[in-house]
């Protein structure tokens, strides 16, 4: 039966030991880390069990990582007879939601974000980039603060949820951004510990090859509808997802916006699937009303077949 809707966790969700109580106990989970290393040319599973928090943290691999883990999930929840009725995903997760989606196979999606994740880390290494997530601030001061930034380039980029934004860009404007952010009023400003100044226009260049990868793939039609980052609006036309997959790596991700859209049309039930449970938080931040699941770990899957089933 459909349940609700599905959305799937980006880079930061990484732990060492992800996903191994899945591929212990569900044969469909483990088949998803399988069919993975044979798309990504290494094995999906040691890098996921064995591998310290450093080297999971490395772009390449953990979009590599949180893809598999969240799709193994995903396999485990369909093998007890939950699916969903529309999807989405927070950045990399956009990529699990295609595949949840039927667009792309696991084969196809692992070798995507593979692909994704090596030039956004060329482009990490290349900028001396930053980013700093915004607490307690209206949107429209943020904004405001970033575009009076003179000395090179900041932007919000992630609308994570009520009071919470995340801002990006050459190192040197975000500090001077996040100067102005107190001035004007925010409650915190927290410099976040990653390799680069991510979906900021810094990195225009790497969403330019990624479209050029992306024109390589074939894409299937939609199974099931998802919600794009790029305009928080619903895909139902293939032929839109690939230019909107190569703006992501340099747009903003409306999530909160994406969210409201769901809630607004009558969704009340969501399940977060992947590592981590940022995305719920979030979620309660928007609006406390609705039901919302965590699916990341084996327990978690007996859970929610019991609660939902």
Not at 205 to 214: P, S
Not at 239 to 259: D, F, I, P
Request: aromatic content about 6%; hydrophobic content about 45%.
């Amino acid at each position: 039966m459909e349940y609700g809707f599905a959305f799937f966790p980006g880079q930061g969700a990484q732990a060492p030991g992800m996903g191994k109580d899945l591929y212990e106990n569900s044969k469909a989970a483990r088949l998803v880390f399988e069919e993975a290393s044979d798309g990504a040319g290494i094995d999906v599973a040691k890098l996921c069990f064995d591998s310290d928090k450093e080297t999971l943290s490395r772009t390449e691999n953990s979009q590599i990582a949180i893809f598999t883990h969240s799709m193994a999930a995903l396999a485990a929840l369909r093998e007890a007879g939950v699916t969903f009725k529309a999807a989405a995903g927070f950045s990399l997760g956009e990529y699990t939601s295609l595949a949840a989606a039927g667009v792309v196979t696991l084969a196809d999606g692992v070798k995507i974000v593979s692909k994704r994740g090596k030039l956004m880390q060329h482009a990490a290494d290349t900028i001396d980039g930053g980013m700093a997530a915004i607490l307690g601030l209206e949107d429209a001061k943020i904004e405001e603060a970033c575009a009076a930034v003179k000395n090179g380039i900041v932007r919000p980029v992630n609308y994570n949820c009520p009071g919470q934004i995340v801002i990006s860009g050459l190192k040197e404007a975000v500090e001077t951004a996040a100067v102005k952010l107190k001035e004007a009023g925010a409650r915190r400003v927290i410099p976040l510990n990653v390799s680069g100044p991510f979906h900021s226009s810094l990195l225009e260049q790497a969403g330019e090859e990624l479209g050029k990868e992306l024109e390589q793939v074939d894409f299937s039609d939609l199974q099931i509808p998802y919600v794009t980052n790029v305009t928080a609006e619903y895909v139902t036309d293939i032929t839109k997802t690939k230019e909107l997959l190569a703006r992501q790596v340099a747009s903003s991700v409306r999530w909160q916006q994406s969210m409201e859209l769901l809630i607004a049309d009558g969704v009340d039930t969501f399940v977060e699937i992947g590592p981590g449970r940022t995305l719920a938080g979030f979620l309660r931040k928007i609006n406390r009303g609705v039901k919302v699941y965590n699916v990341g770990t084996w327990e978690d899957v007996d859970k929610v077949v019991n609660e939902l089933c």
